[in-house]
């Protein structure tokens, strides 16, 4: 935690407050230490970002699970728009787009 936290220029305090606000679910290693994903220190870097501009760790934490569940939801519309579009040019008629 101590290497994450200092990458990220917070508390290791702060790292275990992600945690537990849910945020973030570290793995652990066999001693028992927090290990983060690169996906779980972009999530903690944004929550700062969040907190340096006022927002509370609560409503960052909101905002982070938000924002994520949008990226989601845009990447599952486009996928099935191109599901969409590849199965619109396979049933038109041969010689038509």
């Keep these: 935690m101590g290497r994450a936290a200092e990458m990220l220029e917070v ?7 992600l945690d537990e606000a849910r945020l973030l679910t570290p ?21 700062r970002e969040l907190i340096d501009q006022g927002t509370p760790l609560d409503a960052a934490c909101r905002i982070i699970i938000l924002e994520d569940q949008l990226a989601e939801a845009l990447r599952l519309n486009a996928e099935l728009a191109g599901a969409d579009n590849s199965a619109d040019n396979s049933s038109a008629p041969a010689g038509r787009p």
């Design 11 to 17: 508390t290791p305090a702060f790292l275990r407050s």
């Design 27 to 47: 793995q652990r290693s066999e001693g028992g230490h927090r290990r983060y994903s690169r996906y779980q220190l972009r999530l903690a870097a944004r929550v």
